[in-house]
């Protein structure tokens, strides 16, 4: 009896020192565990656990092994690093301890085995966990917690308490081992992540930011279909600012996944195909991890000859889908970045010649529905230059940055997320002033304005009297450009209106066509664009 307490106490200190020693990835850990085999080996042979007492025996052989995996197993006889098992070790050493669990079950059976199948499912457990510890494999920790678990009650039943309390310490350091392996695990030299982000959502940034984690560069592969409610530039533009350290790539989404004839194989194949072409030729190589939270994440990661990382596929860690928020987004807000938004944020856009009403108009839509407005920055840029309008030696720059400083401002007001955003003129106006000062339309200031998205349009009639200000250019003019603002609407593809009379009436208009827009009723004087 003092014999194998004896046994018990050095196979106790020696196995928690070797683990760990494991655990900090140190070689002694290898020679300490020979003596903590050599120990157990003698104690669980007097306590009839034949198949463990075998089972430390070979522990002995594989730490001689193992020893000399951790010095001399690397590239170039260098010390072995960390890595992750393959899908094809998997599920090879699955299939190892179901089948060796099996034979070893059946065989003491007919032995005097205190608890043949415990016995022959640890005894397995544990050679699969000490091969993959062998070879530094990340996985030897959950192969090794499981072992110990089971050792908790096989143990205490056979009333080997002390190498029973143990166990708990050794499953506190293999929680310890797990997390110190897996920090020390090579970085991927390219991660990618695939999908219509349609719109990019906070889930798809948990996935996104995985992949910064786990590699030293991500790659976005935005999918683009003709029918997207959000062109694919304008995602790509999305995430580019929410990922700056990403390299985002688009793709024409042409592999016929709706076929009901294709196989999900053969869409994934097709999909790694051409992602690695489309890798290897903006970056020069193809990703060696694929983070997704899709049922086909580890699928096309296989084909792509790739580690597969699942990203909270349940939705449990950021409960959206690109789906919910397309149909509600304003339900989604939380789970979505400023600038994706502002894509939401319905705009109406008050255009109209100069003292014509537009900002009065502005002002008073924006005071009925508690809203933000944005001001004109053509003015401001006027009083800036410190000369009389009619002194400005206009040049096509000033009229590019004055469309580019309406649209960023307007922008800006829109990534606040209001309900509705009221703009007072734009850069669709401002290619009309263009016109008016230079003579011609201006193909950049067009191009501007073209970029341009709004809900709806009210074009401010000149039938109110004109007030010069002392900016103004004069109320000659604004007939023409009342004109020209009517042709130019009608060749957007946004709805707009005309609104006249005096202040009220012009309000009383403007709330029914927005109403009528945004709402459920229908405004029956809004102008479409025939076609």
């Not at 060796?100 to 007919?110: E, I």
């Not at 608890?115 to 499912?121: L, Q, R």
């Not at 042409?254 to 970056?283: F, K, M, N, Q, T």
Request: aromatic share 10%; hydrophobic share 50%; net charge neutral.
């Amino acid at each position: 009896m003092a014999a194998m307490m004896a046994l018990e106490i050095v196979g106790f200190v020696a196995g928690l020192a070797s683990v760990w020693l494991y655990t900090r990835q140190n070689t002694l850990a290898w020679p300490v565990g020979i003596v903590n085999s050599v120990a157990w080996a003698l104690l669980f042979w007097g306590s009839r656990l034949y198949l463990d007492a075998g089972l430390q025996l070979v522990f002995v052989a594989i730490g001689v092994w193992g020893w000399w995996r951790w010095l001399r197993g690397g590239p170039g006889d260098s010390e072995l690093p960390v890595r992750r098992a393959s899908t094809r070790e998997r599920v090879a050493l699955a299939a190892v301890a179901v089948t060796g669990t099996g034979v070893l079950w059946w065989a003491m059976r007919t032995q005097d085995d205190a608890m043949p199948f415990w016995d022959a499912a640890t005894t397995t457990g544990s050679l699969v966990a000490q091969y993959l510890l062998g070879r530094k494999v990340l996985g030897t920790w959950w192969w090794w917690i499981a072992v110990d678990v089971a050792y908790v009650g096989m143990y205490a039943v056979q009333h080997l308490y002390l190498t029973a309390a143990l166990q708990p310490l050794f499953i506190a350091l293999c929680v310890a081992g797990l997390r110190a392996w897996r920090a020390a695990l090579p970085r991927a030299g390219l991660a990618v992540v695939v999908g219509k982000f349609l719109p990019p959502h906070r889930g798809h940034k948990l996935v996104i930011d995985t992949a910064a984690a786990a590699a030293d560069r991500v790659v976005v592969v935005v999918c683009e279909r003709p029918d997207d409610t959000i062109p694919a530039r304008v995602r790509a533009a999305m995430l580019r600012e929410i990922h700056p350290a990403a390299t985002v790539l688009v793709t024409p989404d042409d592999v016929p996944d709706h076929d009901p004839g294709a196989r999900a194989h053969e869409i994934s194949r097709a999909w790694a195909e051409r992602v690695a072409a489309l890798c290897r030729a903006e970056l020069g190589a193809v990703p060696d991890v694929v983070c997704s939270s899709e049922e086909y994440g580890p699928r096309f990661a296989a084909y792509l000859g790739a580690r597969h990382v699942a990203v909270d596929p349940e939705r449990r860690r950021v409960p959206v889908s690109g789906t919910a928020v397309r149909a509600d987004p304003r339900a989604a807000w939380r789970h979505l970045e400023p600038c994706v938004r502002a894509w939401y944020v319905p705009r109406v856009c008050v255009v109209g010649a100069e003292s014509t009403g537009t900002t009065t108009l502005a002002q008073d839509l924006a005071a009925h529905y508690g809203v933000p407005w944005v001001p004109e920055y053509g003015r401001r840029f006027c009083e800036e230059q410190d000369v009389p309008v009619a002194d400005i030696e206009w040049r096509t720059e000033h009229f590019v940055t004055i469309a580019t400083t309406q649209q960023a401002h307007e922008d800006a007001a829109a990534r606040l997320g209001p309900p509705l955003l009221v703009c007072d003129t734009d850069a669709l106006a401002t290619s009309v002033w263009h016109e008016r000062y230079l003579g011609e339309t201006s193909p950049e200031v067009a191009r501007i304005a073209a970029g341009g998205r709004y809900a709806l349009y009210l074009l401010t009639g000149d039938d109110i009297p004109f007030v010069q200000d002392g900016t103004r250019d004069g109320e000659h003019l604004r007939a023409w450009m009342t004109q020209r603002f009517r042709e130019v609407l009608a060749d957007r593809p946004e709805p707009w209106l005309e609104v006249r009379g005096g202040r009220a009436e012009r309000l009383a208009a403007a709330v029914a066509a927005v109403d009528g827009v945004l709402g459920p009723a229908p405004a029956a004087e809004l102008t479409r664009p025939s076609g």
